[in-house]
């Protein structure tokens, strides 16, 4: 090939006629990498206007005569490989930045694909983990049948041991006896008798029973008992109740203890450890959980009506009074004020609401002022869904359209990389209740998406790796805008999302049982929508509401659907299918600082959407416990319908009864409450109360201070019901606690006792758990033969450099010189040394003998 230098040179030579000069110079070029000397004269020769007196570079002169070549030749020589080399090295380098880019394009390329794998096996496994869920709320339904049959046979063996073991022994008048006999005892136990050895059970009955003990009402010992429990409970809940009401600690037992205000909560961590308490504490606690479970709300309430009912109940039947008669009152009393409250009650206005959540939030504006926005967003009838916040404030998001939690099958389909979600406008909905596992089945429909430019999204059951791979292809290509989710839910209740989808879209719902194959779809069957946003794990529907008319049958439907479940989780279920296809759904985000503050503001959040609900459902009262006060005014009334005398008197506990959470306000706030229930009863103002946030008498319903009707209607429900049930017992029959069985412990082997060779084993090689898999290790002439060369001397690598270590003599010679001695350095001062005689002349004896005296003589 030519060089630049004599590109410029051939070019000066034809400036008249540079076309063809360019098309010779790329022939030229293509002849041959490195010209020779004939093929540059022969060019050179081609060319118009060529004059030979030109001083041109002789090729054929540098060739017979190297030695004459002048310097200009030289230099040209020397530029053109300069040149040569620089073009070398800039293609090695461009050669070395491509190969590079490809190795990590290849590297990204597995990352992403480990990604996509990674999140498929999450959404699996979230799947799995789903299933596994619902299978576990089956089992246990089956294990409480399985319980209740067990024991109906538990009763069954237990009458059939009572009566083979009193027709054998014929004890039973003897133990009656006795038990009437013991009037020291104000609690009478018995154990259930073991039948004797000579009559054993038959074969079908040898099963174990858990043992009881019974506990009968002679001197009202055991009816104290359980109100002990009932005092328990009710003194423990009532610290929570009103403005001014305390929070109660609960201990964790896998985290950080619980501090929360909630009634309900605290009534399910109740557990005493006497068994006559604690039985107390359950029948009282029916009356909070029944109406938390009906109205949200009102379990502290409940709790303690149904206490003064039990407590005033116990003190007339412990004067002689028929607790039939007087359960009959209460009974009767309580169907009267019912009627009475919805004579008082009246429908909740817009701007109330605020008030209502902000009154059951334990008087907080914030979150009734957040929860009325909410219901203004989403309507009266909207779902409103409280989750935890991952800032410190609470926040309100509402969501138009439909929105479920699925998102995006794989990162691919992601149109907006800063935000990572995909944004597909005027898109089309493909709904398939089947995985897709061959990607030939979607070939027909998405070759349509490709032809006639639209969206496509693909809700499906599930989609193999397979059959998703070439729809990502041809979306990272360009070819196809499209993305794939999962169907919300699963097993039915994912039919019916997407068959709520399908309505909502206007599509159809691709099924095999309908004779509908993925393969011949068309795109008449297919849903439209306005857009759609997915995030990784949530998908935003929303319509332009042309099938308003088919959402609002489908609405209707599942309404009818809901009036006739009785089950709370499926109503549960219902009301959100309603709520996704009628309107909007808006989210509370609780935040606070710690996790402890978080869940006590997500429990008051929750009772104040509980009690809005309510309030919307059957209007307000008066608030603050001033309404049963009013209540308590009408019993007198009701008095004159009963039939006797005692019925009144379960009347007048009722009207006594009535004023318990009052009086529990007040004592919260600091106050009296015998004192505050006087004054406002001295008023005739049926709006008139005690607000005790504000520790001051004035009119209620002008100050915001509200109760749901529904929620004051269940408490007097359930509680005359808790209490009526109550007072008409007489007898306890509770488990016996049985000790735990003891495991026996292996005795320890003596020192000179072998173990036992059965637990005695060798230690497995590596040959024996693997045995064709042990290979010797490969040395380095077999890994790479001819590599190993002898180490290198220093006279092979610098010959000549070693020389001899000279001496002293020769660096400095003449510098040697002998040591001198003593004489030299000091002349005449070494001198003899002196013996002991010359030291001590005459101190020399001899020495004495063995038989001479002590002192030698």
């Known amino acids: 090939m030519l060089f630049p230098s004599e590109y410029a040179e051939i070019q000066s030579l034809n400036q008249d006629h540079p076309s063809p000069f360019v098309n010779n110079f790329a022939v030229s070029m293509q002849e041959a990498c490195m010209p020779s000397v004939l093929q540059y004269n022969t060019f050179l020769t081609n060319l118009p206007n060529f004059q030979a007196n030109v001083p041109v570079h ?3 002169s540098c060739v017979s005569n190297n030695s004459t070549s002048d310097e200009g030749d030289d230099q040209l020589h020397t530029n053109m490989i300069i040149d040569e080399r620089k073009q070398r090295r800039m293609i090695s380098n461009r050669e070395s930045a491509r190969r590079s880019r490809m190795r990590k ?3 990204l390329d597995e990352l992403w694909s480990q990604v996509v794998r990674l999140r498929t096996e999450n959404y699996s496994l979230i799947d799995k983990l789903n299933n596994l869920s619902e299978s576990h709320d089956k089992v246990l339904e089956e294990n409480a049948k399985l319980k209740e049959e067990n024991s109906g046979l538990r009763q069954m063996l237990t009458d059939a041991q009572l009566s083979s073991t009193y027709n054998s022994l014929k004890d039973l008048e003897e133990a009656h006896f006795n038990a009437e006999s013991s009037s020291d005892q104000s609690i009478i136990s018995y154990r259930m008798l073991s039948t004797s050895r000579k009559h054993q059970q038959p074969a079908f009955l040898k099963t174990r029973a858990m043992g009881r003990e019974l506990f009968f009402n002679h001197d009202g010992a055991a009816t104290r008992k359980l109100l002990a429990g009932v005092e328990l409970v009710a003194e423990l809940v009532g610290v929570t109740l009103g403005p001014k009401g305390r929070n109660v600690v609960l201990q964790n ?5 619980k501090i929360v205000n909630d009634g309900e909560t605290v009534l399910k961590q109740i557990e005493l450890e006497d068994h006559l308490e604690n039985v107390g504490v359950k029948l009282v606690r029916q009356a909070g959980a029944k109406t938390n479970d009906l109205a949200g709300d009102g379990s502290t309430t409940s709790v303690l009506l149904a206490h003064g009912l039990i407590a005033e109940g116990v003190k007339v039947i412990a004067a002689g009074m028929n607790p ?14 019912v009627s009475e409250l919805k004579s008082m009650s009246r429908e909740v206005e817009d701007h109330e609401i605020a008030d209502v959540a902000s009154v059951s939030a334990g008087n907080d504006p914030a979150v009734g002022k957040m929860i009325s926005e909410a219901l203004e967003q989403v309507g009266k009838r909207g779902v409103i869904t409280i989750e935890r916040g991952n800032s410190v404030n609470n926040t309100l998001q509402i969501v138009e ?3 479920f939690d699925r998102g995006y099958l794989s990162p691919y389909f992601v149109t907006d990389r800063r935000r990572m979600i995909v944004q597909l406008q005027n898109c089309k909905l493909l709904l398939v209740d089947k995985i897709i596992k061959n990607p030939k089945e979607m070939l027909k429909i998405l070759d349509n998406a490709v032809r006639e430019e639209y969206p496509i999204l693909i809700v499906a059951e599930g989609i193999e790796q397979e059959a998703l791979a070439p729809v990502i292809r041809n979306k990272l290509k360009g070819v196809l805008k499209a993305a794939a989710i999962k169907a919300p839910a699963f097993g039915e209740r994912k039919s019916h999302c997407l068959d709520d989808i399908a309505i909502l879209t206007g599509g159809t719902v691709i099924r095999d049982e309908m004779g509908l194959t993925l393969e011949k779809a068309r795109k008449e069957l297919l849903g439209t929508t306005t857009k759609v946003v997915i995030t990784k794990d949530s998908t935003l529907i929303v319509t332009d509401g042309s099938t308003q008319a088919a959402v609002k049958k489908r609405v209707s439907q599942i309404e009818n659907l809901v009036k006739n479940t009785k089950e709370k989780f499926q109503k549960k279920i219902l009301n959100e299918r309603i709520a996704r296809l009628s309107g909007g759904i808006a989210i509370i985000q609780v935040g606070a600082q710690t996790q402890i503050e978080q869940k006590d503001k997500q429990l008051r959040i929750e009772d104040a959407v509980n009690a809005t609900k309510a309030a919307i459902d059957e209007g307000v009262v008066v608030g603050g416990g001033c309404c049963l006060l009013r209540l308590s005014l009408r019993v007198d009334e009701i008095m004159n319908t009963l039939d006797n005398e005692e019925q009144k008197i379960g009347a007048e506990i009722f009207k ?6 009052a009086r529990q306000i007040a004592k919260n706030a600091g106050v009296n409450g015998n004192v505050v229930i006087e004054k406002v009863l001295s008023v005739d103002d049926a709006k008139y109360g005690y607000n005790a946030a504000k520790d001051q008498y004035e009119d209620l319903m002008a100050a915001g201070i509200l109760d749901p009707t529904k929620v004051v209607r269940c408490c007097i429900e ?14 306890v029959v509770i488990y016996i606690d049985e000790p735990a069985p003891r495991r026996r412990r292996r005795p320890m082997p003596a020192l000179d006792e072998p173990a036992p060779s059965s637990r005695r084993r060798p230690m497995p090689s590596l040959g024996d758990l693997a045995p ?11 890994l790479a033969p001819g590599m190993r060369r002898p180490m290198p001397s220093l006279d092979d690598l610098a010959p000549g450099m070693r020389r001899p270590m000279p001496s002293l003599d020769d660096l400095a010679p003449g510098m040697r010189r002998p040591m001198p001695s003593l004489d030299d350095l000091a002349p005449g001062m070494r001198r003899p040394m002196p013996s002991l005689d010359d030291l001590a002349p005459g101190m020399r004896r001899p020495m004495p003998t063995p038989g001479m005296g002590p002192l030698g003589l």
Do not use: W
């Open 656 to 661: 006594r009864a009535l004023s318990y959470p």
């Open 718 to 731: 359930n509680a005359a019901s808790v209490a009526k049930t109550f007072l008409m017992s007489d007898a």
């Open 324 to 337: 039939i008669q007087i359960s009959r009152g209460i009974e009767k009393t309580a169907l009267a004020l």
């Open 253 to 257: 037992k896998y985290g950080p203890p």
């Open 58 to 60: 002789d090729f054929s």
């Open 401 to 403: 359209g439909m929105k």
């Open 772 to 782: 064709s898999r042990r290979r010797p290790m490969p040395s380095l002439d077999d």
């Open 105 to 107: 394009q290849k590297h």
